[in-house]
């Protein structure tokens, strides 16, 4: 995969491909991932790309100019058809769907804003989809592209050590994940629960979906309506709700 990002601080999203699973696919040459400044676009002597937003207000607004032309570079050295992304509040609320589909790319550009904000001419002209973290304002959008980065790289075949752990993921499914335990069997007084001590691999399987479907619903209710729930869903989470005198009550 080839990734490319337009952003004022590359030596910030550099950081991303030094660790954990973003460097190990560096070194396992399954992704390739640049960097480019509009500053070395600006063709003027201060390397200046933004400005003062018409019609008065605070802050600074990314120039169209060199910011375009960083992008027209950073698309040029990607294969065909490689869409541009601008991390933005504006945009749709990035989640696996969206991390699964970009897997399926053979690369992209992440454009990572600044200060008050990007001249809309060139989210027109030049972005193909703007994507958001959530509804919360960050300095930048490198931190939301480093986000995205590693999102979608554990996704992409021989990265992690084991294919099967992405697929197990929170939100794979629609779900949030089940809960995890490792030894010792008993820490301050609290067990495993007994059923992942059996061996039984399908009652352990049951177990762990009825966990992941019980977590949404109490955590994230707005997953579960998402979901068109089979009868044995509902079965599990009716058993969840039961187990812990909660209403029976639920999404979907």
């Not at 954990?20 to 399954?30: D, F, N, S, T």
């Amino acid at each position: 995969m080839h990734i490319a990002v337009v952003s004022l601080f590359p030596e910030l999203v550099g950081q991303v491909c030094e660790y954990g699973v973003v460097g190990r696919a560096v070194e396992r040459q399954l992704l390739s991932l640049q960097c480019e400044n509009p500053r070395d676009f600006a063709e003027d002597v201060h390397r200046t790309v933004d400005d003062r937003p018409y019609g008065g207000g605070p802050g600074m607004v990314l120039k169209y100019e060199p910011t375009a032309r960083a992008i027209r570079q950073a698309k040029d050295s990607l294969p065909a058809g490689s869409p541009v992304i601008c991390l933005s509040p504006q945009g749709k609320v990035f989640d696996q769907v969206d991390a699964r589909r970009f897997a399926g790319l053979q690369g992209f550009v992440l454009l990572a804003g600044r200060y008050e904000g990007i001249d809309e001419r060139l989210i027109e002209s030049e972005v193909d989809e703007e994507l958001s973290l959530g509804d919360f304002v960050l300095s930048g959008g490198e931190i939301a592209a480093m986000a995205v980065i590693d999102a979608v790289v554990r996704l992409l075949p021989g990265v992690l050590g084991d294919a099967a752990s992405a697929m197990q993921d929170s939100f794979m499914d629609g779900l949030l994940d089940h809960p995890h335990y490792t030894r010792p069997e008993l820490v301050a007084g609290q067990r495993v629960p007994a059923v992942l001590l059996s061996g039984d691999h399908a009652r352990i399987a049951r177990w762990r979906q009825k966990q992941a479907l019980g977590r949404s619903f109490l955590r994230r209710p707005d997953l579960l309506e998402k979901l068109d729930l089979d009868q044995e869903q509902r079965k599990l989470l009716d058993e969840f709700l039961k187990e812990r005198g909660k209403p029976l009550s639920r999404p979907g």
